[in-house]
């Protein structure tokens, strides 16, 4: 089966991806809407319980190009934050409590400005997390990253699909497995994942096909026992994070055949009390130009904050945006199915 959507990021435009899920054919279009799944438990309209943390995108800019990646991002990718942009970014941060910065890309790492900007904002006492891919590690140009993450106390949330070389590679590339490992010896070596530290080092695990993760806590401890013995490698803990229909995955589904099936079993799947802990709720989301989304999801989708609330970082109103209606279309059953989905793991 031919996809609709095309290698070219001009034709997976957002626009093409959000038709897709909710018209692509007949089955498609009579499935349950999520707002219908939220309106009688009393979450319609969707709000904010509060912003803990901002996750800013800082590039779409990777030295990888993974199958499964939400945000499309790649070697080629030329979106990337500016210094003026991360400068609102801070002025936003100095007037409130807000206490988590979670640092996202693409590969972060390769922001022109990350470094400065990860020092300015341990200044203010914020607490930063850096999603990493690992292997941006064990390049020349970012090799001594490790030492600079543990002088500013940052935590470090990596990706690594699998505790074997073969699932590794397939879901990532070739060699992937071999410098993730490298990496993460690195990061035990001067102490992350080591419960007396304090430098928390945390895996990410996503599905490789098109089903849901099985149960996290299970899967932490396979992870833990295999790269132990395998490695002699620690962690503190594993976040499982379902795919969502969007970008590269979607991609994947049509060309599959699988799409219909899948949301069918996202669907089926709806958990209440996913829905109530979902992570738009106490998060923001800063994209790198600046906009600002209600997940990192939804920036991928441009669905920007609504109308009603400030949408770029340069006007930042928390009292508005902890007042906004967030915004939903399918690709949110994604969160709320099982145990949930957000960027720190399972939410029931």
């Not at 995108?57 to 945000?71: A, D, E, P, Q």
């Amino acid at each position: 089966m031919k996809s609709l959507l095309a290698e070219s990021h001009e034709l997976a435009k957002p626009s093409v991806q959000l038709d897709i899920i909710n018209n692509h054919n007949e089955k498609i279009k009579s499935l349950p809407k999520f707002r219908d799944k939220i309106d009688p438990i009393g979450l319609f309209p969707l709000k904010p319980t509060g912003i803990d943390i901002f996750q800013m995108n800082v590039g779409y800019m990777c030295n990888m190009t993974c199958k499964h990646c939400h945000v499309d991002a790649g070697p080629d990718r030329q979106e990337i934050m500016t210094k003026e942009t991360f400068e609102h970014c801070l002025e936003a941060l100095k007037g409130t409590d807000i206490d988590t910065v979670d640092l996202t890309g693409g590969a972060p790492e390769m922001n022109p400005h990350f470094r400065w900007f990860v020092e300015e904002v341990s200044k203010l006492g914020k607490h930063v997390i850096v999603r990493s891919n690992l292997t941006i590690l064990t390049t020349n140009k970012f090799s001594d990253l490790p030492g600079f993450f543990k002088e500013h106390g940052v935590e470090v949330t990596c990706s690594l699909p699998f505790y074997s070389k073969s699932r590794t590679d397939r879901q990532r590339g070739e060699g992937t497995y071999d410098k993730s490992i490298k990496a993460l010896k690195r990061l035990n070596e001067i102490g992350y994942g080591d419960e007396d530290t304090g430098l928390m080092l945390n895996l990410v695990y996503n599905p490789v096909g098109a089903f849901l993760p099985g149960d996290q806590e299970e899967i932490k401890q396979e992870f833990k026992k295999e790269l132990k013995r395998k490695h002699d490698i620690v962690f503190n803990d594993l976040f499982t994070i379902t795919n969502l229909p969007i970008s590269r995955f979607l991609n994947f589904l049509l060309m599959s055949g699988n799409l219909e099936e899948y949301m069918e079993k996202l669907i089926e799947s709806f958990n209440p009390a996913a829905a109530a802990g979902v992570m738009c709720r106490n998060t923001i989301s800063i994209g790198w130009d600046g906009r600002l989304f209600d997940c990192d999801f939804n920036q991928m989708l441009d669905m920007e904050t609504h109308e009603d609330s400030v949408q770029h970082i340069k006007d930042f109103d928390l009292e508005s945006l902890n007042n906004r209606e967030i915004k939903i279309n399918q690709h949110c059953f994604g969160c709320t199915a099982g145990a949930g989905s957000s960027c720190g793991g399972a939410t029931t």
